[in-house]
């Protein structure tokens, strides 16, 4: 049996562009077994290692194939350069891309079985002068699809999303940097309102979970269909609940708002280092000031670090400086929170990880979100809609008792899951 005859079994609920395949199919009888077998190994070693990426990368004079785990790319194999074309046109096939285009990049994606659950993968192919490259993104709902108690949050922010998913109308915008596990906030915020007689679709790009309940969208801009124009046909579909992937664009933002003010909930994210600076970034997007106090809700902000393991982590006294920031942000913690962190005083132990075969020797265990929180109340939204600055909003997010980023970070690394130099690196000036 050739590679290009693979068994293509109907997925539920699947787009044209999502394919269900066999990853060994043919291995036992084609030419090309040694070929699917390496490729079809690589995505189950991939999964086993719970990698999120992984890259597939000519050199000049070998092949290299590295896992993006934890954050952090790890090359987990080199193979001789002559395995580049074969492998790379396995990889078009299961994802139904044109092998005899090498010119120009192609996006793909497939569905298979692996370890008895449905993964999915999406592919993305691209030109270099020594062969394409092609990297392969991990799609594995056990991991991705979590539930809001499963995000690492302090009991009082889990209060704050539940009390603005609450509300009848309105935005939360997610924020945070590429990479820092905004679209696993939205779904586990889509999965609290996923109820049979709440009409909610999603605007993506791309769609990266299929969720039950979900009516899921994929924006095509290369043919106009892009967050605009698909928020203006969302708004006809008689919704309760709308996610736009992201608001990148002047009307998009203007669009969102519209909607949230007209009784919708709305759901998006946006660029910025922090809470803090949703309110002045979509005035930059020319969003009148003065509907964005009944627009929005609520304004979260996050960044990923690695979780230590618990089974070898190691405490000891933080050094003198760090015992000195510790102190500085603890001392500005919410009165509400105290009680609970009293369990905290100097001098302060901070943790790392040693390896052991619970983590395989990593140390890590996968990663947690820091995060911050800001509610739009009666008092900031008489800031916002009269002179608004950052250092105002500040103020009263001070005021409001905003848990920062930096401080849900010292909370963590003081409880042993994250080290303190991490969190003071990933919270650095925001």
Same mark, same amino acid.
């Given at each position: 049996?050739?590679?290009s005859?693979?068994k293509?079994?109907?997925?539920?609920? &699947?787009s044209a562009t999502?394919?269900?395949v066999s990853?060994?199919e043919?291995?036992?009888?084609?030419d090309?077994a /040694?070929?699917?077998?390496?490729v079809?190994?690589?995505?189950?070693?991939?999964?086993?290692?719970?990698?999120?990426d992984?890259?597939i990368?000519?050199q000049?004079?070998? #092949?290299?194939?590295?896992?993006r785990?934890?954050?952090e790319?790890?090359?987990v194999?080199?193979l001789? &350069?002559? #395995?580049?074309? /074969?492998?790379?046109?396995?990889v078009k096939i299961?994802?139904?891309?044109?092998i005899?285009?090498?010119?120009?990049?192609?996006?793909?994606?497939?569905?298979?079985?692996i370890?008895?659950?449905d993964?999915?993968?999406r592919v993305?192919?691209?030109?270099?002068?020594?062969g394409e490259k092609?990297?392969?993104?991990?799609?594995?709902?056990s991991?991705?699809?979590?539930?809001l108690?499963?995000?690492?949050?302090l009991?009082?922010?889990i209060?704050i999303?539940?009390?603005?998913l609450?509300k /009848?109308?309105?935005?939360i915008?997610?924020?945070?940097?590429t990479?820092?596990?905004?679209t696993t906030?939205l779904?586990?915020?889509?999965?609290?309102?996923?109820?049979e007689?709440v009409n909610?679709?999603?605007?993506?790009?791309?769609v990266?979970?299929?969720?039950?309940g &979900?009516?899921?969208?994929?924006v095509?801009p290369e043919?106009?269909?892009?967050?605009?124009?698909?928020?203006r046909?969302?708004?006809?579909q008689?919704p309760?609940?709308?996610?736009?992937?992201?608001?990148?664009?002047?009307?998009t933002?203007k669009l969102?708002?519209?909607?949230a #003010?007209t009784?919708h909930?709305?759901?998006s994210? #946006?660029h910025?280092?922090?809470?803090?600076?949703v309110?002045p970034?979509?005035i930059?997007?020319?969003?009148?000031s003065?509907?964005?106090p009944?627009?929005?809700?609520?304004?979260?902000?996050?960044? &990923?670090?690695?979780?230590?393991?618990?089974?070898?982590?190691k405490?000891s006294?933080a050094? /003198?400086?760090?015992q000195?920031?510790?102190k500085?942000e603890?001392s500005?913690?919410?009165?509400?929170?105290?009680?609970k962190t009293?369990?905290?005083?100097?001098?302060y132990t901070?943790?790392?990880?040693?390896?052991?075969?619970?983590?395989?020797?990593k140390?890590?265990v996968g990663r947690?979100?820091l995060?911050?929180v800001l509610?739009?109340?009666?008092?900031?939204?008489a800031?916002v809609?009269?002179d608004?600055?950052e250092n105002?909003?500040?103020?009263?997010?001070?005021?409001q008792?905003?848990?920062?980023?930096r401080q849900?970070?010292i909370?963590?690394?003081?409880s042993?899951?994250?080290?303190?130099?991490?969190?003071l690196?990933e919270?650095s000036?925001?």
């Amino acid at each position: 049996m050739a590679v290009s005859s693979l068994k293509i079994q109907p997925g539920k609920g &699947l787009s044209a562009t999502q394919r269900t395949v066999s990853i060994e199919e043919g291995a036992s009888v084609s030419d090309e077994a /040694p070929i699917i077998k390496i490729v079809s190994s690589t995505l189950q070693s991939a999964v086993e290692e719970g990698a999120s990426d992984i890259h597939i990368e000519p050199q000049r004079a070998r #092949l290299r194939i590295r896992f993006r785990i934890d954050g952090e790319l790890r090359e987990v194999t080199s193979l001789p &350069l002559e #395995l580049h074309q /074969p492998i790379v046109s396995r990889v078009k096939i299961l994802s139904d891309l044109k092998i005899d285009e090498n010119r120009i990049p192609q996006d793909g994606r497939f569905r298979t079985v692996i370890f008895g659950r449905d993964i999915d993968f999406r592919v993305s192919t691209f030109p270099t002068p020594v062969g394409e490259k092609a990297v392969i993104r991990v799609l594995d709902p056990s991991i991705g699809l979590k539930g809001l108690s499963n995000l690492g949050l302090l009991e009082n922010t889990i209060a704050i999303l539940n009390q603005a998913l609450a509300k /009848p109308y309105g935005m939360i915008l997610v924020t945070g940097p590429t990479g820092s596990g905004k679209t696993t906030t939205l779904y586990a915020l889509l999965q609290i309102l996923n109820k049979e007689d709440v009409n909610i679709i999603s605007l993506e790009d791309p769609v990266e979970y299929f969720v039950e309940g &979900l009516n899921q969208s994929q924006v095509r801009p290369e043919i106009g269909y892009d967050f605009s124009s698909g928020l203006r046909q969302t708004l006809r579909q008689d919704p309760d609940v709308i996610m736009v992937g992201e608001i990148r664009d002047t009307e998009t933002a203007k669009l969102a708002v519209q909607a949230a #003010l007209t009784g919708h909930i709305v759901l998006s994210t #946006l660029h910025t280092n922090n809470a803090i600076g949703v309110i002045p970034r979509l005035i930059d997007m020319e969003v009148d000031s003065f509907l964005l106090p009944s627009a929005i809700n609520l304004m979260l902000s996050q960044r &990923l670090v690695r979780q230590i393991c618990g089974a070898c982590k190691k405490g000891s006294p933080a050094t /003198p400086e760090v015992q000195r920031i510790i102190k500085d942000e603890m001392s500005k913690l919410p009165a509400a929170l105290k009680p609970k962190t009293a369990e905290f005083r100097e001098p302060y132990t901070v943790y790392v990880s040693l390896g052991c075969k619970v983590c395989k020797g990593k140390g890590i265990v996968g990663r947690i979100a820091l995060i911050e929180v800001l509610m739009m109340t009666r008092e900031l939204g008489a800031i916002v809609g009269a002179d608004v600055t950052e250092n105002k909003i500040w103020d009263e997010a001070a005021r409001q008792g905003m848990v920062t980023m930096r401080q849900d970070g010292i909370i963590k690394a003081l409880s042993g899951l994250v080290t303190i130099e991490e969190v003071l690196r990933e919270t650095s000036g925001i």
